[in-house]
T-cell receptor
Framework: KAGVTQTPRYLIKTRGQQVTLSCSPISGHRSVSWYQQTPGQGLQFLFEYFSETQRNKGNFPGRFSGRQFSNSRSEMNVSTLELGDSALYLC???????????FGPGTRLTVL | DQQVKQNSPSLSVQEGRISILNCDYTNSMFDYFLWYKKYPAEGPTFLISISSIKDKNEDGRFTVFLNKSAKHLSLHIVPSQPGDSAVYFCAVYNYGQNFVFGPGTRLSVLP
């Protein structure tokens, strides 16, 4: 089975711009979660989608949004980028409740 | 307020010895616990998990111990190998909620 893929792998944007990140889960996985990783902060949960519905949401501002398509692929959008949004954004998929999550390689976003 | 703590940001161990990584959580409702390993420029990789009905789970060189009364879990790696050098995250979960990850412990296994 192919693993979780994320595109693009690297992205450089300037403040005020918006960005869209994409995630393709493992085939058959219906749950997709997004995390932000910054140095010293571990993985901060952004949101989880299951069957095209947002099931859980972390404590991030409304500039961070996402969606999931019928084929389980997911996108994450960040509008009005700030310098502090520079981070590694990780996507993880799982088969369902109480199943471990499988992570993609991440998208490294740099905001200048 | 951190729900999951890994109080050791880093740990160094000699090759062949035991590595013990610790994790503490605050919410007794968590009932599923996992450990992930992360190499630079890669996403975290699942290592081992344990449910709250058990107190120990083994998989090869990796053993996870759960002490529910103390809200503490640990990962033992025996024997440690240089390839185990990575950042280790513990994660906790309860039904209907999201996974919560600790801040990570950087393990260095010295040859």
């Amino acid at each position: 089975k192919a693993g979780v893929t994320q595109t693009p792998r690297y992205l450089i944007k300037t403040r005020g711009q918006q960005v869209t990140l994409s995630c393709s889960p493992i085939s058959g996985h219906r749950s997709v979660s997004w995390y932000q990783q910054t140095p010293g902060q571990g993985l901060q949960f952004l949101f989880e989608y299951f069957s095209e519905t947002q099931r859980n949401k972390g404590n991030f501002p409304g500039r961070f949004s996402g969606r999931q398509f019928s084929n389980s692929r997911s996108e994450m959008n960040v509008s009005t980028l700030e310098l502090g949004d520079s981070a590694l954004y990780l996507c993880a998929s799982s088969a369902g409740t109480y199943n471990e999550q499988f992570f993609g390689p991440g998208t490294r976003l740099t905001v200048l | 307020d951190q729900q999951v703590k890994q109080n050791s940001p880093s740990l160094s161990v000699q090759e062949g010895r035991i590595s013990i990584l610790n994790c503490d959580y605050t919410n007794s409702m968590f009932d599923y616990f996992l450990w992930y390993k992360k190499y630079p420029a890669e996403g975290p990789t699942f290592l081992i998990s344990i449910s709250s009905i058990k107190d120990k789970n083994e998989d090869g060189r990796f053993t996870v111990f759960l002490n529910k009364s103390a809200k503490h879990l640990s990962l033992h790696i025996v024997p440690s190998q240089p390839g185990d050098s990575a950042v280790y995250f513990c994660a906790v979960y309860n039904y209907g909620q999201n996974f919560v990850f600790g801040p990570g412990t950087r393990l260095s296994v010295l040859p």
